[in-house]
């Protein structure tokens, strides 16, 4: 998977990302993914951050799949993780997770994917 997309790997078949825009969706189903996650509550940062409705658009317009789950930057519950557990088990990969730097999906997944 190469791409000029600000992407990290997490796992074999998950890399995570900063915020994407909607232009960036094309980039992504190009760059080899089939699903997208987006862990960033709407306008959390202010009216200049894209929606999640504009990214979903974009998104299946690319033929990617996609899911909103929002969370707080500094807590995620165990509700939460336990539902982008499931996510991560149903979508289809690989995946791209993104939040406002990376750092908020990449230890979702870490809570979500750790024994026990």
Do not use: W
Request: charged residues 15%; neutral net charge.
């Amino acid at each position: 998977m190469s791409t000029s997309l600000p992407i990290q790997r997490i796992a074999a078949d998950v890399c995570v990302s900063p915020q994407l825009t909607p232009a960036a969706m094309a980039d992504v189903a190009a760059a080899g993914f089939r699903s997208v996650i987006n862990n960033r509550p709407d306008f959390e940062h202010g009216p200049d951050q894209p929606t999640s409705a504009a990214v979903e658009t974009a998104s299946l317009a690319a033929g990617l799949q996609y899911a909103h789950l929002p969370v707080a930057g500094g807590y995620q519950s165990p509700e939460e993780i336990a539902r982008f557990a499931a996510l991560i088990a149903a979508m289809p990969r690989p995946l791209l997770c993104f939040c406002r730097s990376g750092a908020r999906s990449t230890k979702l997944f870490m809570a979500a994917t750790q024994p026990g």
